[in-house]
């Protein structure tokens, strides 16, 4: 019996484009052509073994000739209507029915090698395209028709045609080592496109903690993570600082956007690396203003001694920052301690962030200093004393406080 059919190239390059492009679609399309050139394979190895045993065997080369013409014919109209749902069906009715078919006209199992085992294909196809649930029918249907093959092999063997041993141990090898190469085939295939989803999941659940780190303390997002979505604590004692950049405004009306943001990248990056080198942490920046705690979200006893070093820090590095690019950069810096209460704002924007007088006392203590000077209320003053020396600052009008002496961090 000739056979004209070949599997379309169309057929090869969409197996190519999906076996490097995994996405749900491509890795159903490119496991279900897997199936369908396995099986096109050996119904050519069927057809032209049984068409060689005589005429009288045509009937029986007619069952994969005939999974061939309905393969090709629904591979075509899916091309043309861009339908994989139908194909799949098409597809899996195919892989199912043909091999049972084929050992009903053989006679039964014994004659056919137990044929109808190439059938195991069609659920494991649908459990890998279609999922857990949509693919059961499909097992319970080739369960079922084993049981019905089981139930009439007395039949289908009493009209058996007479089978060369030769070629019914052929059969049985195939049956065997065919069925079990696909499935193996396969299940490696989608076991490997797995591997890559699972390293990619990795790689992006990484950046995401990354990026969750770089917006929230750590502290903070493990407990974001533990569905621990109301987080307020009070802190007994911690130290603020406030940092502003001096004049900056008119500087920025002078600048392009561009030269704008490299400047403040620079010195926030700067002032960030000093954040970590003191274990101090940022809350946040607005604009040219720069904020930072210590003692919260982790409580710590020498929290005004680490905000002291690095404002000091601070202003030595705007100052080499200012000799570099010819710009006069300062800052007003001021500093307080006191109890806050922190915690997280938002649902999906959202932010750790300071309240409390301590919090309003510190911005005052910003708006009040001076030029390229470190003011301190007196609580922050009296932690400080003996390690670091104060210029006292007499009369200064603080916003709800009134008239008040600061002291400034030399």
């Not at 006209?105 to 649908?126: D, F, K, N, Q």
Request: include cysteine.
């Amino acid at each position: 019996m000739p056979v004209n059919l070949v599997p379309p190239s169309i057929m090869t390059r969409e197996f190519w484009v999906n076996l490097t492009n995994p996405t749900t679609e491509a890795l159903g399309k490119t496991i279900l052509s897997i199936l369908v050139i396995a099986e096109t394979l050996v119904s050519f190895f069927w057809i032209y073994t049984l068409s060689g045993l005589g005429d009288g065997y045509a009937v029986i080369a007619a069952v994969p000739y005939f999974y061939l013409v309905i393969s090709y014919v629904s591979l075509f109209i899916f091309y043309r209507s861009k339908r994989f749902e139908y194909f799949t069906f098409t597809q899996l009715v195919m892989l199912l029915v043909m091999p049972f078919f084929m050992q009903w006209v053989i006679g039964g199992y014994e004659a056919s090698s137990g044929v109808a085992i190439w059938a195991i294909l069609s659920p494991v196809g649908a459990l890998m395209i279609l999922g857990t649930r949509q693919s059961t029918p499909w097992f319970l249907l080739f369960v079922g028709l084993a049981f019905l093959s089981w139930q009439m092999n007395h039949y289908f063997a009493g009209n058996a045609m007479p089978i060369p041993s030769g070629v019914k141990d052929t059969f049985f090898l195939m049956n065997i080592t065919g069925t079990a190469s696909i499935l193996y085939g396969v299940l490696r295939f989608f076991q490997g496109q797995k591997e890559r989803v699972m390293l990619s999941l990795e790689v992006e659940q990484a950046r995401s903690e990354k990026l969750l780190l770089n917006i929230l303390p750590a502290p903070i997002a493990e407990r974001l993570k533990e569905n621990d979505m109301r987080i307020a604590d009070h802190y007994e004692a911690v130290t603020v600082m406030f940092a502003d950049l001096v004049n900056f405004t008119q500087m920025s009306e002078k600048m392009p956007p561009a030269q704008l943001i490299d400047l403040l990248s620079k010195i926030f990056s700067r002032f960030d690396q000093l954040a970590e080198k003191y274990q101090v942490e940022k809350i946040k920046t607005i604009g040219d203003a720069y904020m930072a705690v210590s003692g919260a979200p982790v409580a710590c006893d020498d929290h005004a001694q680490r905000i002291a070093a690095m404002a000091l820090d601070m202003r030595s590095e705007l100052n080499e920052l200012s000799a570099q690019t010819g710009l006069d950069l300062k800052m007003r810096i001021g500093i307080n301690t006191g109890d806050v209460v922190a915690g997280v704002i938002g649902s999906s924007k959202f932010s750790y962030d300071l309240w409390g007088d301590t919090v309003n006392m510190a911005s005052r203590m910003e708006e009040t200093s001076l030029p390229d000077a470190i003011q301190v209320s007196y609580t922050t003053k009296q932690l400080l004393d003996g390690a670091y020396q104060f210029k006292l600052r007499t009369g200064v009008d603080i916003k709800g406080k009134g008239i008040v002496d600061t002291y400034f961090l030399t």
